[in-house]
């Protein structure tokens, strides 16, 4: 019996990891215009070729501390896969949100590409950037 609970607790697991933090977390992202990360991937795939192998609420994933909470101003927390290499008395690994969808894009455009804020400019006028 036990191996049946400790089977089905792991579903339970497995099943919060897939809804990647609730489901008035997806409402919330949904609202704000965004695609879930198997909606992203589906984007650049051929459908039914994708298949996950395993998810952050994997057992030995967790033991390992390989996954790690990011507090980004864009989206909240959210969990990712850590660092895998562990080095007794290193600190950690600190984490950082990536940034929002044109967060860098001018700054990538002037350098190193060169463009002018001009250029710049009718770029964003022409809603090409």
């Known amino acids: ?23 008035q977390r997806i409402e919330k992202l ?8 198997e909606e992203r991937i589906n984007l650049f795939l051929d459908p039914g070729t994708f298949v996950e192998l395993g998810t952050l609420a994997d057992p030995q994933v967790l033991s390992l501390i390989m ?3 990011i507090d980004s101003p864009h989206v909240g927390k959210t969990k990712d896969v850590g660092s895998p290499v562990k080095i007794s008395g290193v600190d950690q690994v600190r984490y950082i949100y990536p ?31």
């Open 67 to 69: 996954v790690v909470e």
């Open 30 to 37: 949904r609202r704000e215009g965004y695609l879930l990360a």
């Open 1 to 23: 019996m036990e191996m049946k609970e400790g089977i089905k607790k792991l579903e339970k697991l497995k099943h919060k990891a897939f809804l990647g933090g609730g489901r």
């Open 99 to 129: 940034p929002a969808l044109g967060e860098h894009t001018e700054l990538v455009l002037k350098d190193p590409l060169g463009y002018s804020t001009e250029k710049i400019a009718a770029l964003k006028n022409q809603k090409v950037v």
